[in-house]
Nanobody, 124 residues
Framework: QVHLVESGGGLVQAGGSLRLSCAAS????????MAWFRQAPGKERDFVAA????????YYADFVEGRFTISRDNAKNTLYLQMNSLKPEDTAVYYC?????????????????WGQGTQVTVSS
């Protein structure tokens, strides 16, 4: 099991940027595929982005449209999500998730460990 703690959320105006971080502890972070999901009030938790353990494979949800970048620093046991050109519809709680496999997927059910989430609010 890996323990995950997100940070970096906050209130930003539309068009602004935020960088989310997810600090991991426990098992070997470098062996885990990692992902970001988000959940808006009253909605399902949706996939945002994912990265394989070796950083060679990344996936993004269609709504990202080139605005977000997922990355990881295995030496620091940290996952990142750089979010630019934010829109009000990006408002949600953002969660990082870990999968005990090198292979990355976009399905929630494939991820074993989750953080507590960090709130992102984008004002219009």
């Amino acid at each position: 099991q890996v323990h995950l703690v997100e940070s970096g959320g906050g209130l930003v105006q539309a068009g602004g940027s935020l960088r989310l971080s997810c600090a991991a502890s426990g098992r070997t972070f470098s062996g885990y595929a990692m992902a970001w999901f988000r959940q808006a009030p009253g909605k399902e938790r949706d996939f945002v982005a994912a990265i394989s353990s070796d950083e060679n494979t990344v996936y993004y949800a269609d709504f990202v449209e080139g605005r977000f970048t997922i990355s990881r620093d295995n030496a620091k046991n940290t996952l990142y999500l750089q979010m630019n050109s934010l829109k009000p519809e990006d408002t949600a709680v953002y969660y990082c998730a870990a999968r005990n496999s090198w292979r990355v997927t976009t399905a929630k059910r494939d991820y074993n460990d989750w953080g507590q989430g960090t709130q992102v609010t984008v004002s219009s």
